[in-house]
């Protein structure tokens, strides 16, 4: 308004020219307040988009939890990290039935937590809190409930859908897994596989039978009917209560005739039968003969003995034993006869070289040639000593072992099997030995835990314990590891394998001190359970403890979750708004002194 007036008047007035060099001076002065302006405006611009384009990370912006540690700024960036099979993700997806045609096809977006899981490669939270784990083939994964985490409500991800799977995201600051629904197990299943009868003596018959079990099913019980053949009636019911997948007895049957034999597995997936499980035996009273069993016993080594049993009756007579021994390929290698009407007979020793064989006895009786598959034997004339459960191991390798509840059978056989529990307690030592679950733990505490498995079940089993601190040495420091073995880098602590009887219980106590100033640290942004002013650790349950964290750093953290979310796009747009007005003013000031001259060198020329 000021420049107006004054270049109106100046014709009128020619005095008015004074009042025209002091605005010009003026301009001057505000001209190179505005450069000096737009000087430190280009500067802070600068700054402004190294922050931008290199924005700062967290310390603790990665975590031992990550899929992919650190994260991810593109969906091209996770799919290198998926080509490469970073921590397993490709296998860990591909168990589930995630394609990569699947990961490239999503996009991204920010979700909540309500009704989503969240994976992650370590576990923090215990059964009874909602954790589950998953075996992918190559290790374990755990999924939980997302609300779990004390982390904010919203997360970035790359959200798609599989056609195996269903729904399904991977959270751009880590990797990590999001579903909307739980890995679905195998259903369970079992079935009754087999009934084999094989006849001992004329009147007695050995019961064989066998059942299929997978994912989970248990086996309860086998359940024998026999009944009369022709007129179905019932004769007699034997049940034997049993997990085991194969089950024999002998059975004996005085009376005359023909017998059907039905077999019924009793299972957790309810009572199961079929064609195979049936099978029927003859009772007869006329002259029989049976080739009861082989044997072939090793004697130092290399030297073989043999022996045979047969049964006879009503009036049936033995007159010899052929004992065949073949090997490996099917070639006869020895053929030992012994002339006897007994109903057993050993066979003079002999000496083979190592290999694997087979004898099978063939018993000549007045009614023929009986033999029968329990008369057929295999035996192995073995290198050096081996363990008599399994031959792959020494006999002194601390492994051998029988199976405590059958003892035919290797104790890690997978017919062999047993329950052990880990359970865990806390105790804040400095604050009356209380349960350190219910109180705060302060600066200075001392904190112990104790680590506790049970075997169950009726087997010996070999049990390795492991603690991890992660979580723990975020605010304390190990000061007694309980005998055991601390790994500084994983911050896990093991001790020495221990082998526990049928109800056998081992303890191992450790000891923590809450450091003399608790940290501050911010929480982790992948691991938004990392400096959450909690400990927290499982060994069977998980033990939760509340940390006395300062002040500032719950009001800090807080207020951050209620500030605007703003990225980059609104630095920039904010940066060029300012940068735009700073150089209108400058432009403003540099045009009106521009003028200013070319009025007075008017003025001064005669022009005005």
């Known amino acids: 308004m000021m420049f107006r007036k004054l270049v109106s008047n100046l014709s009128f007035s020619p005095a008015l020219v004074g009042q025209l060099g002091f605005y010009a001076r003026r301009l001057r002065k505000e001209e190179t307040t505005r450069r000096v302006g737009l000087v430190f405006t280009a500067l802070a611009l600068i700054v402004q988009s190294l922050a931008v384009f290199s924005p700062p990370e967290a310390a603790n912006a990665a975590s031992a939890a990550d899929f992919i540690p650190g994260g991810v700024s593109s969906k091209q960036e996770l799919l290198t990290h998926f080509d490469k099979n970073t921590n397993n993700i490709r296998d860990i ?25 969240n994976w992650s490669l370590t576990s923090l939270y215990s059964y009874s809190q909602g954790q589950r784990s998953w075996n992918y083939g190559k290790g374990t994964v755990y999924y939980r409930p997302m609300t779990l985490t004390q982390g904010g409500p919203n997360h970035v991800v790359f959200a798609g859908y599989s056609e ?19 890995p679905q197990a195998p259903n369970p299943e079992a079935f009754c596989q087999s009934l084999k009868i094989q006849q001992l003596t004329p009147k007695r018959f050995r019961m064989n039978g066998a059942a299929v079990k997978k994912d989970g099913a248990v086996i309860k019980a086998y359940k024998y009917e026999i009944k009369r053949s022709g007129t179905g009636a019932l004769v007699d019911t034997k049940k034997f209560d049993t997990a085991s997948q194969s089950h024999d007895f002998v059975y004996e049957q005085n009376s005359p005739g023909k017998y059907n034999v039905r077999l019924t597995v009793i299972t957790s997936e309810g009572q199961k039968t079929s064609n195979d499980c049936y099978d029927s035996f003859v009772v007869d009273e006329k002259p029989a003969a049976v080739c009861v069993e082989a044997k072939a016993e090793i004697i130092n080594r290399t030297t073989v003995s043999l022996s045979g049993k047969a049964s006879t009756a009503n009036g049936a007579k033995i007159t010899k034993y052929v004992f065949v021994v073949k090997n490996s390929s099917g070639k006869e290698v020895k053929r030992v006869v012994v002339k006897s009407s007994k109903r057993s007979v050993t066979a003079d020793n002999f000496v ?9 006895l063939s018993v000549h009786t007045s009614v023929g040639v009986k033999t029968d598959p329990t008369c057929a034997k295999p035996f192995t004339i ?16 601390p492994d051998c072992q029988p199976c405590p509840d059958n003892p035919d059978i290797w104790i890690k056989d997978e017919r062999c099997d047993s329950d052990v529990i880990s359970t865990k307690s806390s105790v804040n030592m400095s604050q009356g030995n209380v349960n350190a679950t219910t109180v705060t733990a302060r600066a200075g505490d001392r904190i112990s835990y104790t680590l506790t498995v049970e075997n169950k079940g ?51 106590t450790i000891v923590i001190r809450m450091f003399d100033t608790i940290p501050t640290t911010n929480r982790g942004t ?24 300062a002040t500032e750093k719950k009001v800090v953290e807080q207020i951050t979750k209620e500030l605007p979310q703003t990225g980059p796009r609104e630095n920039m747009i904010f940066a060029a708004a300012l940068l735009a007005v700073v150089v209108y003013f400058y432009a403003r000031s540099r045009q009106l002194g521009k003028e200013v001259r070319l009025i007075r060198r008017n003025l001064n020329t005669g022009t005005i």
Do not use: H
Request: negative net charge; aromatic residues 10%.
């Open 382 to 397: 073995v290198p050096n000593q081996v363990c008599p459960y399994n031959p792959s191991l020494p006999p002194n390798s």
């Open 93 to 117: 997806l591909a168990s589930l039935g995630i394609k990569r045609s699947e990961v490239a096809g999503t996009s991204q977006k920010t979700v909540g937590e309500a009704g989503r899981y």
């Open 526 to 549: 992948s691991n938004q359970d990392s400096y959450d002013c909690r400990m927290v650790n499982t060994f069977g349950n998980s033990i939760d403890v509340d940390v006395e964290c």
């Open 164 to 182: 195996a799977f269903g729904w399904f995201a991977l959270k751009k600051d880590c990797g990590n897994l999001v579903t909307t629904k739980p």
């Open 458 to 508: 009726l087997l010996f089993e070999k049990v390795t314990m492991s603690e991890d601190l992660n979580d723990v040495l975020e605010y304390a420091e190990l000061i007694d590891a309980g005998g055991g073995s601390f790994n500084k880098d994983t911050k896990v602590l093991t001790w020495p394998q221990v082998t526990l009887s049928a109800f056998q219980k081992e303890s191992r």
């Open 352 to 360: 083979l070289s190592e290999g694997q064989y087979v004898v099978t």
